[in-house]
């Protein structure tokens, strides 16, 4: 029983009804209730493509994405990093999930920039990693949180389409119970009508912030609306 809670009940009650003496009714019983936030599993795929290079965003983006492994490491969740893969059209693994703010800071200076964008292999990647670890952490939250331009240019399979195959993605994700948040890395004002970023997060029925607008708020607020 939450003692000091209850004793200000009555108290209230009392006062209300004009009553000097101040008697615990049940009605005024009150208990302690402990909020336990669940932890988040995050895997964050950042977007190191030549495209984002061009227009002086990757800077940017691995500031962004350090930011959230901030965050994440104050608040208990695990993190993962998937990038591209330079030389070769496919994504990998740039960090397995941790929660070390210091083992996530320094995969994420390594990760060089790469030729092409094969989001839908990241797509995938990071799926199947966080199905992998919600079998050892079946109390977290799967979330994946994707910085990029929204410009695929790789298929799964050659001769497909990425955009198709990106798209197919998002709904394994839904269909898996994974979050999707997107974060368009476009220039400030420029956004390129090809990107998919709008329509990815849809699919996945996710949610969708710009990197000009973002902020720890935001990405919390993001955080909270697809958990």
Same mark, same amino acid.
């Given at each position: 029983?939450a003692?000091?809670?209850t004793?200000?009940?009555?108290?209230a009650?009392?006062g209300r009804?004009?009553n000097?003496?101040?008697?615990v009714?049940?009605e005024?019983?009150?208990r302690?209730?402990r909020?336990? *936030?669940?932890? @988040?599993?995050? $895997?964050?795929?950042?977007?190191?493509?030549?495209?984002l290079?061009?227009?002086r965003?990757?800077?940017?983006v691995?500031?962004?994405?350090?930011?959230?492994?901030?965050?994440?490491?104050?608040r208990?969740? *695990?993190?993962?990093?998937?990038?591209f893969?330079?030389?070769?059209?496919?994504?990998?693994?740039?960090? *397995?999930?941790?929660?070390?703010?210091?083992?996530?800071s320094?995969a994420?200076r390594?990760i060089?920039?790469?030729g092409?964008?094969?989001l839908p292999?990241?797509l995938?990647?990071? $799926?199947t990693?966080?199905?992998?670890e919600?079998?050892?952490r079946?109390?977290?939250r799967?979330l994946?949180?994707v910085?990029s331009d929204?410009?695929?240019?790789?298929?799964l399979?050659?001769?497909?389409?990425?955009?198709v195959?990106?798209?197919?993605?998002?709904?394994?994700?839904r269909?898996?119970?994974i979050g999707?948040?997107?974060?368009?890395?476009?220039?400030?004002?420029r956004?390129?009508p090809?990107?998919c970023?709008?329509?990815?997060?849809?699919?996945?029925?996710?949610?969708m912030?710009?990197?000009?607008?973002?902020?720890p708020?935001? @990405?919390?607020?993001?955080?909270?609306?697809?958990?």
């Open positions: 029983m003692v000091d809670a004793i200000r009940a009555a108290a009650r009392a009804s004009g000097r003496q101040t008697n009714e049940a005024d019983l009150r302690k209730v909020e336990h *936030r669940v932890p @988040f599993e995050l $895997c964050i795929v950042v977007d190191n493509s030549y495209s290079h061009a227009e965003l990757v800077e940017k691995k500031g962004l994405v350090f930011s959230f492994l901030e965050d994440a490491a104050t208990g969740d *695990r993190v993962a990093l998937v990038a893969k330079p030389g070769v059209p496919e994504a990998t693994i740039a960090l *397995r999930p941790t929660g070390s703010l210091r083992l996530a320094a994420l390594r060089p920039l790469s092409r964008t094969p292999h990241a995938r990647l990071g $799926c990693l966080l199905r992998q919600l079998h050892r079946p109390n977290a799967p994946l949180v910085v929204g410009i695929p240019n790789v298929p399979r050659r001769g497909g389409d990425p955009l195959d990106l798209l197919d993605e998002a709904r394994v994700l269909r898996a119970g999707l948040v997107v974060v368009e890395a476009a220039p400030p004002g956004r390129d090809a990107s970023c709008a329509a990815l997060a849809k699919v996945a029925d996710g949610t912030v710009s990197l000009a607008e973002i902020s708020l935001a @990405f919390a607020e993001a955080l909270e609306r697809v958990g």
